[in-house]
């Protein structure tokens, strides 16, 4: 029961880094854990220590637990993971169910709708729900899980960029595109319109990155 238990208070912290809440080096005190989700610091600690081994928190000796910030290898290997996963969604998408074809776009339509909100950390997540929906034309419960794990590691990279908004925004034209492409049964085209996709954010995050001395 207690591992359940921890288990779900790290599917709790994972979806709050995913969402933005707890960005970057944020420390996790567990005493204001405890207390926000009424567990106690024994299930918290095992809690966190799920988190280690997702890459997603990191324990400092004597100072507690943080949120990861990233390194430019992390990056790298975020979008290469992020490259197998979400290809091999696209290489499935003329099989793939119609609700899972209809959560793409759906995710595209959310973007579009929380940028005229002015709302940039939706798009964010917005983003982040479309290209799991894109990995999730594999069908394939393994991939689902890995790219679950991946967004979390995925909205960390995200505030390497100093302004959300120049970010993401042209990416939205091009999710679009890529939601259109797959509509028209251009599976080829779209998986090369992925690639250049995943190359081009990289190297903007990893820019910015090294823009900050890092």
Request: proline share 3%.
């Amino acid at each position: 029961m207690a591992r359940s238990t921890a288990q779900r208070v790290a599917t709790t912290l994972r979806d709050r880094i995913e969402g933005g809440d707890l960005p970057p080096g944020t420390q996790l005190s567990e005493e204001a854990l405890g207390r926000d989700l009424g567990v106690s610091r024994n299930t918290l600690r095992e809690a966190f220590r799920l988190l280690v081994h997702e890459s997603l928190v990191v324990h400092r000796l004597n100072r507690g637990v943080f949120v990861r910030v990233l390194d430019p290898a992390d990056v790298h290997d975020i979008y290469r993971m992020r490259g197998a996963l979400e290809t091999a969604g696209v290489r499935a998408a003329a099989t793939a169910p119609h609700a899972a074809r209809e959560a793409v776009s759906e995710a595209v339509t959310r973007a579009e709708q929380a940028a005229r909100e002015g709302d940039w950390q939706e798009v964010g997540s917005a983003d982040l729900r479309f290209h799991r929906a894109l990995a999730a034309l594999a069908g394939s419960a393994r991939v689902d899980a890995a790219m679950d794990r991946l967004m979390a590691e995925l909205r960390l990279a995200f505030h390497e960029m100093p302004s959300p908004r120049r970010f993401h925004e042209p990416f939205m034209a091009r999710n679009r595109t890529l939601a259109a492409l797959l509509e028209q049964g251009e599976y080829g085209r779209a998986e090369a319109e992925l690639t250049t996709y995943l190359d081009d954010a990289l190297r903007l995050i990893l820019d910015a990155m090294r823009e900050a001395g890092r």
